[in-house]
């Protein structure tokens, strides 16, 4: 290996780490939703807003963190998003409504950091033909930490580890990660210093966001995205309670095999596109996995599959949302590989900052505030998701094959939409 590779192995490697760790914060509130709702005062669905407020940072933040990452390198930006989730953390844990709601906030802003600039490392400095496994690696780090964010937190809750003390050795945590990135971070090229750089990323944004291939990543990716970030990382655990009368600690193993899950097939099913050298075809069957699932877990029998097997497989299919972030790249120039994943990742997320509410009130309208609410319930509010994944199916479909087998056929591929 090339000190050049060595160094570049390196970077994605610490960047990832960051990754797990804003990951673990992202879902920790799913696991302590009855201590949260007692420290801040305010109902089950108010701490779901105040958790949902980490995407309507992460969302617009994602795409200073793409021009960033294209105008300045990871080493000037990411150690700054790390100590921002750091500090966020720290704010959280005051037990201020007001200054949580700002670290909730901070912690999306800060943590976008990680998956873009983990992107733009893998897709920079690593063969074109390997782009998906590496994104794919990158997003099982998240899930990691998303999974590690349940299990590993939900019991450390359980056993009386106060919230509060989790949140404050969080930010410290945050705090120590953003100094080893500055420490481990290779400098960029002096190339990347312009002058003009507000020009250059108005330009970047409208190649970008011009391009329908571009949106419809964007779209695809969000809506195979929001029955993680919605259903299962907020209401998931409450679910498998309240639905169907498991116990706490079963409810929290079971909802993080959804993360865990992922951890399995993001890297999984970007091999299997990098070595069939196409996208759609893998996105579809993990799109359809999902659906299957997502329709068995809300209207399925109980106890027919073992424990936490439909939570895993659910959790494998829908790592395919993680492809459309590399069939944005490979849409676009690659000079542009940091806008574009910020692009897709703000279609993505502005999904979960939008619709989050949205589920919630809606789960509160059909159950009429009732406590515990029923299976019923969640039914009605949480079956828009499954036609969700059915309708990223169809879209996936309008989508232009980039894969390598394409690239590498004689014959011109289709013009864009």
């Known amino acids: 290996m090339t000190k050049a590779a060595r160094t570049a192995t390196v970077a994605w490697l610490v960047t990832a780490v960051y990754y797990f760790y804003q990951y673990t ?50 080493r000037r930006v990411v150690p700054i998003g790390a100590a921002a989730v750091g500090i966020g953390a720290l704010m959280f844990a005051s037990g201020n409504t007001g200054l949580a709601n700002a670290g909730r906030f901070i912690q999306g802003a800060g943590g976008v950091f990680a998956l873009v600039g983990a992107a733009y490392i893998a897709m920079t400095n690593f063969p074109a033909s390997r782009a998906a496994t590496l994104i794919g690696a990158t997003q099982m780090f998240g899930m990691a930490g998303g999974s590690a964010g349940q299990f590993v937190v939900g019991p450390m809750i359980a056993s009386g580890v106060g919230w509060s003390t989790f949140w404050l050795g969080m930010g410290i945590a945050g705090l120590a990660i953003s100094v080893m990135l500055y420490l481990l971070l290779p400098e960029p090229a002096a190339a990347k210093r312009q002058d003009d750089w507000f020009a250059g990323a108005m330009s970047g944004f409208g ?45 929290v193993m079971r909802s993080a095999t959804v993360p865990f ?24 069957a993990g799109a359809s996995v999902l659906f299957l699932c997502l329709a068995w877990i809300l209207y399925g029998p109980a106890d027919v599959f073992p424990p936490y097997v439909l939570g895993l497989v659910a959790g494998v299919g829908s790592g395919a949302a993680m492809l459309p972030y590399t069939v944005i790249k490979e849409v676009n120039p690659p000079a542009l590989s940091g806008t574009a994943t910020g692009v897709v990742n703000f279609i993505n997320f502005t999904f979960s900052a939008l619709l989050g509410p949205v589920f919630s009130g809606l789960l509160i309208s059909v159950s009429g505030g009732a406590t515990p609410m029923t299976l019923e319930h969640y039914q009605s509010a949480f079956t828009p998701l499954m036609y969700g ?17 394409v690239r590498r056929a004689p014959v011109a591929v289709a013009s864009p939409l």
């Open 389 to 405: 994944v059915g309708l990223a199916i169809i879209l996936t479909l309008l989508l232009r094959e980039t894969g390598p087998a």
């Open 261 to 284: 899950g992922w951890i399995i097939g993001c890297p999984l099913l970007g091999a299997i596109s990098d070595r069939i050298g196409r996208r759609k075809p893998v996105i579809v």
């Open 207 to 251: 190649i970008v966001f011009r391009n329908p291939q571009s949106i419809l990543c964007g779209i695809i990716a969000g809506l195979i995205f929001i029955p993680t970030t919605i259903f299962d990382m907020v209401w998931g655990v409450r679910y498998l309670q309240d639905a169907r009368g498991l116990d706490y600690v079963d409810a």
């Open 25 to 74: 914060l992202r879902s920790a509130p799913a696991v302590m939703m009855p201590q949260l709702s007692e420290a801040f005062g305010i109902t089950a669905a108010g701490v779901a807003s105040m958790a949902g407020l980490f995407y309507y940072g992460y969302s617009p933040f994602s795409l200073v963190a793409g021009v960033a990452m294209d105008r300045l390198g990871p």
